[in-house]
C-alpha cells in the first residue's frame, strides 16, 4: 500500500507541470516563387476559393491576418488612390477526415509479494504461570506486476492555406497573369476550427511567404509565439 501511496503523490506532483505546458502548432510550408520578377510589393487581395466573394466574412477575416503577416514581410496593401502590381489570392479549406489508429502500455497493479512479521505476546494460565504465545502476520506488498497493450483511434483533419500571387503591372489583356510566387501551408490536428489554426498557419509563414523554400518545411509555433500575438491582434 505504501508504494501505492508513492506513486500516485508523485502524479499529483506532475499536475502543475503539465498544467504550465505551452501548446504549439507543426506547420508545413511549401513556397515557391519567380526570383526574376520585378513589381513593388503593393497588392490587393482577392478570395480565392470558388463561390466566395470578397465580402464573405470568413474570407475577410482570414484575408486580416494575411495582411498582417504580409505587411512584416513588407507588403503593403493598395489604398484607394493607390494602384497595386500585384493580385494576391487567399485559398483556404479542410481536407477529409483521417482516421488513426495507436497503440500504448498500461500497466497492471497487483499483489507482488508479502511481507511476514510475527508478535509475541505474554499470556497468564489459570495456574499463575505464564507463557508467550506467537502470531504471525502477513502484509500484503502492491505494484506493478506487468503491462498490457491498449488501442485507440483518433481522427485528424488537415487544414490549410495557399496564397498565390500574381503580376498585374506588367500582364496583358487576353492573356493569362505571370505568377510570381505561391505559398502553401498546412496542418493537421484533431480540431476541425480552422478559424482557431488559421492565425498560426500565417505566423508560421511569415519568413517564407513568397521566397523559396526549396521543399516542404516544417515549422512549430507555439501560442506564446510574440508573432502569433501580433497576428491575431490585427
Not at 73 to 86: D, V
Not at 200 to 223: D, Q, R, W
Request: with cysteine; net charge neutral; proline share 3%.
Amino acid at each position: 500500500m505504501k508504494i501505492k501511496i508513492l506513486f500516485l503523490s508523485f502524479l499529483i506532483a506532475l499536475v502543475p507541470l503539465y498544467s504550465g505546458c505551452v501548446r504549439s502548432y507543426l506547420v508545413h510550408i511549401d513556397s515557391i516563387s519567380d526570383r526574376t520578377a520585378q513589381v513593388n510589393k503593393v497588392y490587393q487581395i482577392l478570395p480565392g476559393n470558388k463561390d466566395t466573394g470578397a465580402n464573405d466574412l470568413q474570407f475577410k477575416e482570414f484575408a486580416g491576418y494575411l495582411v498582417k503577416t504580409l505587411s512584416i514581410q513588407g507588403y503593403r496593401l493598395a489604398g484607394a488612390e493607390e494602384k497595386a502590381e500585384m493580385e494576391i489570392y487567399l485559398s483556404y479549406g479542410m481536407g477529409e477526415p483521417e482516421k488513426h489508429t495507436y497503440s500504448y502500455s498500461e500497466p497492471v497493479w497487483g499483489q507482488t509479494g508479502a511481507e511476514i512479521y510475527s508478535q509475541s505476546t505474554q499470556v497468564n494460565n489459570p495456574d499463575n504461570s505464564t507463557s508467550q504465545q506467537s502470531m504471525t502476520y502477513v502484509e500484503p506488498q502492491y505494484g506493478v506486476t506487468g503491462y498490457t497493450t491498449q488501442t485507440g483511434e483518433y481522427t485528424s483533419y488537415k487544414k490549410y492555406a495557399i496564397i498565390d500571387a500574381y503580376d498585374i503591372k506588367n500582364g496583358v489583356a487576353g492573356q493569362k497573369l505571370k505568377e510570381i510566387w505561391k505559398t502553401s501551408v498546412s496542418s493537421s490536428g484533431k480540431t476541425k476550427d480552422l478559424r482557431k489554426i488559421f492565425p498560426a498557419l500565417m505566423a508560421a509563414s511569415v519568413k517564407y511567404i513568397g521566397e523559396n523554400t526549396g521543399e516542404e518545411i516544417s515549422v512549430n509555433i507555439g501560442e506564446d509565439s510574440e508573432t502569433l500575438k501580433a497576428i491575431k491582434n490585427y
